[in-house]
Every structure is written in C-alpha cells, then in structure tokens.
C-alpha cells in the first residue's frame, strides 16, 4: 500500500473514531508529512511496506544533529508508533519497523510552578482586570488546563454544589470542587454578563459570544504573572502545576490529585512529587547545622 493513502486512513481514524483534539490532530498530521517527505526525497520511497528500521533511524539522526530537543523527537517517534501499530492492524505491513526502535534519553524536566508568598501576593494585593483576576484563580483553583478553561460553559458551573464540570482530554469529563469564594465570584460573573449570555454559553466569552482565543488567555496569564514572579516561563500550564504542586505540599494525597487533574495514569502525577523532594532538600540544606 502506498504511503499517502495509509496517512489519511490513519488521520481519518484520529478524528472521527477516537476523537482527538485538534491540536493533536494537527501535530500527527504534521510529522507524518515530515516523515513521508524525508523517505521520499532521500530514498524515494512510497509504499508503507518498504519502510525498515534503519530508515526510522535515519529520520530520527537528521532531528538530533540539527539540534532538536530529545523531548520533541520522542513525540515524533510515539507518532511513527501509533501510526505503525495502526498499519499492523490493517495488515499493510507484516513487521513493525518501530519495534527495534529507542528513542533518545531525555533529562528529567520539573514543572515550573509559583512559589506560594508569590501567588497569595498578586491574588489578594495586586489590582487587576476582574475577569482576567478571575480566569487566574480558575486555574490556580482548580488546576484546569487552557483549553479546558475555553471551553466552559454557564451550565458547568453548579453553584448548590460549589463545584465546576470540565470536560477534558479525549472527552473525558470530570468534577472539580471550588471555593465558596470563587462560587461567589463567578455567580456574580455571570449575572453582569446575563444580558449577552444565555444558558448555554461560554463562561468567558468574546464580544461576539464565542469562545475566548487560547492566545488571548495566555497572554493575560503571563502579564500578570509578570507582575509577581521572574519566572521564564509564565503561562496558564504554570498555575496548573502550581495546583498540583501546592496542594501536594500541604500533603494532599497523591491519587485525589490525580483525578483533580484528569491524568490518566498515575505516572503523570507522581512528576511532582519530584518538586516536593527537592524542597525539602533545599530546607534540609538551609536548616540542618551539618547539611
């Protein structure tokens, strides 16, 4: 079977069977483009069944000598995976080039997150917008991500219960409990948008009612994080970590955080346990009469 044809079967099947984000969409698309254009420029290659391993090693030493970050060459190589174990399915290939494949070894990477004193000050003494203070707290409350916080509508908000319903990754909903505080702020959010807001609209909306731009809101988050913080990285991911971090701090347990989250697995909640340990080595180091 030809390559093209196998790409847009397997694409067709990201979007319409399981339903990936577009985003996600997007970002598989664009490296199997990147990987049939590199096999049919270098080797001229177009049926599915001509591609071995070695040719993935190729592929993946081109990235690495033009100093691409091990992280990105491992999401293009989980790509390549997922596309050839489709094929296997299919029964277009007989043996899965990926199977003799290993990825680059990546540092570990810690989540940035704010440090407390910085969040207490820019949330209780520095003046803001009110919708943008309150799209602030929505994440650091709640530990929702950007495209979740969009997403929002008036109905997500169940005021009796004081908690919020997010739909997450893969249409994956989940209940998120809030403060009596944050029940209040966006109670009165929404009736002083009442006139230009129904039942069903977005919770932070555009002039025109549609949902607000991802860029738009990362914007916002980062110049007010720029009033408190020095941080390189400012941005709604940031206050999401911040959550988890925070909450994990005061000795929350570790599964809670993991469904307050929506992780799938508990793998990508335990990373943050990493930034506890190094707190305490930084407190043990700073206080202990020997350290």
């Known amino acids: ?78 790509t390549l995976k997922s596309f050839f174990k489709y094929a296997m399915r299919e029964r277009w290939i007989e043996i899965d080039p990926m199977a003799k494949i290993q990825g680059p070894k990546m540092g570990k990477k810690l989540p940035v997150f704010m440090e407390e004193k910085n969040m207490q000050h820019l949330l209780d003494d520095v003046e803001m917008d009110p919708t943008e203070a309150l799209i602030i707290q929505l994440f650091y409350y709640t530990g929702i991500r950007l495209s979740e916080l969009i997403s929002l509508k008036v109905t997500s908000v169940d005021f009796y219960r004081q908690q919020i319903k997010v739909l997450g990754k893969r249409n994956k909903e989940r209940i998120i409990p809030i403060t009596s505080e944050l029940t209040s702020l966006l109670k009165q959010h929404i009736e002083e948008n009442q006139m230009k807001k129904g039942t069903d609209a977005y919770l932070f909306s555009t002039k025109t009612g549609k949902k607000l731009y991802p860029r738009y809101v990362y914007d916002l988050v980062k110049r007010n994080l720029n009033l408190v913080s020095t941080l390189q990285k400012k941005s709604p991911h940031v206050l999401r970590h911040t959550f988890a971090t925070h909450l994990l701090n005061a000795g929350a347990d570790l599964n809670a955080i993991k469904e307050l989250l929506g992780h799938a697995n508990l793998a990508a909640t335990q990373v943050y346990t990493h930034n506890s340990i190094e707190r305490l080595k930084s407190v043990y180091k700073n206080k202990h009469p020997r350290a």
């Open 1 to 78: 079977m030809e390559l093209q044809p196998a790409i847009s079967q397997f694409l067709d099947q990201l979007k319409f069977e399981k339903k990936f984000s577009l985003h996600t969409q997007v970002a598989y698309q664009n490296d199997l483009k990147q990987f049939s254009d590199f096999l049919l420029l270098e080797y001229q290659i177009v049926a599915i069944e001509s591609i071995k391993h070695l040719l993935v090693r190729s592929w993946i030493a081109q990235f690495l000598d033009k100093g691409v970050s091990a992280r990105s060459v491992n999401r293009k190589l989980s």
